[in-house]
């Protein structure tokens, strides 16, 4: 698999990017590097970035707007700053293809509600739409990726489930739109996660993946598989069944655990786990599933914990 870890577990930790870097490249399974622009880049040249990063290779970045535009990204009313966030993006664009990555993610952290009479909604979605097409079009050689989140910061999230994802992407109608799926905010928003996998990989929209785990009720990213076993095994069984060739990012939130540990124990539980799927098998997996039996499912979990 391709393996990415999370800077800002460095990062908050007051160790700079280059730290993380340097660690990452002795982690035992780490391939790929994932930033936030434009947040990891400050101060940083970016030739001498693209040194240093050798012999790992990009991803992509996300885009981090935050505070600056709390009143929307690209649904916001003043069209000043909307078109500051949309310029923020192509920017990232720029940067992702200069540092040798591919993949664009947007999360739209700020385009949301919390009171009633507080939103214009088609008005909003429409521009929604059209800044992500915007983005699209601007970076044709780019993936455009798109990751829902259910609430936070926003009480309501104007991409919130996988089904508006699906619709969005459905939406923005380009050849370079797609998701990238969080396992905690699936389990926020009640998703199963492996039904929104099979939805987005059958046709081609997962262009990438946020693996962590918690108890659903808050982003709680804990590490992969400490939680949820049983939903791991089976989203890692749909990622090879849809032949996922992309890079598995761990956004985990190792705020008390030694950040380099917590990494490597992300990348032993997902290897663990794939490892389990493979010697059931995936033909054998297959055919308990067509069966749509909740204690043939059930059996299938207990010989997988073997
Ligand atoms: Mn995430």
Same mark, same amino acid.
């Given at each position: 698999m391709n393996y990415a870890g999370r800077f800002n577990s460095f990062v908050f930790k007051g160790q700079t990017v280059y730290d993380a870097i340097d660690a990452y490249k002795n982690a035992n399974g780490i391939t790929h590097l994932e930033f936030n622009y434009p947040e990891h880049f400050a101060g940083l040249d970016l030739n001498d970035l693209k040194e240093h990063i050798h012999p790992l290779k990009v991803n992509g970045l996300a885009v981090r707007w935050r505070k600056n535009w709390l009143t929307g +990204? @690209?649904? +916001? !009313? =003043?069209e000043d700053r909307r078109r500051s966030a949309i310029d923020l993006a192509k920017e990232g664009c720029d940067v992702c293809r200069e540092i040798g990555g591919s993949v664009v993610t947007l999360w739209f952290e700020n385009d949301g509600f919390e009171? #009633?009479?507080?939103? =214009?909604y088609e008005k909003c979605w429409k521009l929604l739409v059209e800044g992500i097409q915007e983005v699209c079009d601007y970076a044709p050689d780019l993936k455009i990726s798109i990751e829902y989140k !259910?609430?936070? %910061?926003? %009480?309501? #999230?104007? *991409? =919130?489930s996988t089904g508006m994802t699906m619709y969005l992407i459905d939406c923005v109608d380009r050849p370079n739109i797609g998701c990238t799926l969080d396992f905690c905010h699936m389990l926020m928003k009640h998703d199963e996660p492996s039904f929104g996998l099979a939805l987005a990989a059958s046709r081609g929209r997962l262009f990438g993946l946020h693996m962590n785990d918690g108890y &659903?009720?808050?982003? /709680? &990213?804990?590490? @992969? &598989? /400490? *939680? +949820?076993f049983s939903l791991c095994a089976e989203f890692i069984y749909f990622l090879e069944r849809y032949h996922y060739e992309g890079v598995v990012f761990? =956004?985990?939130?190792p705020i008390r655990e030694e950040c380099r540990a917590e990494c490597q124990a992300n990348i032993d539980a997902f290897e663990l786990i794939k490892s389990k799927v493979d010697r059931v098998g995936l033909d054998e997996i297959t055919r308990i599933v067509d069966q749509h039996d909740g204690i043939a499912a059930q059996n299938l979990i207990l010989e997988l914990l073997k």
């Open positions: +990204n @690209f649904s +916001n !009313p =003043d009171y #009633a009479f507080q939103t =214009d !259910p609430y936070e %910061e926003r %009480e309501f #999230a104007m *991409v =919130d &659903g009720y808050k982003d /709680s &990213g804990m590490i @992969f &598989g /400490s *939680v +949820n761990f =956004d985990t939130f």
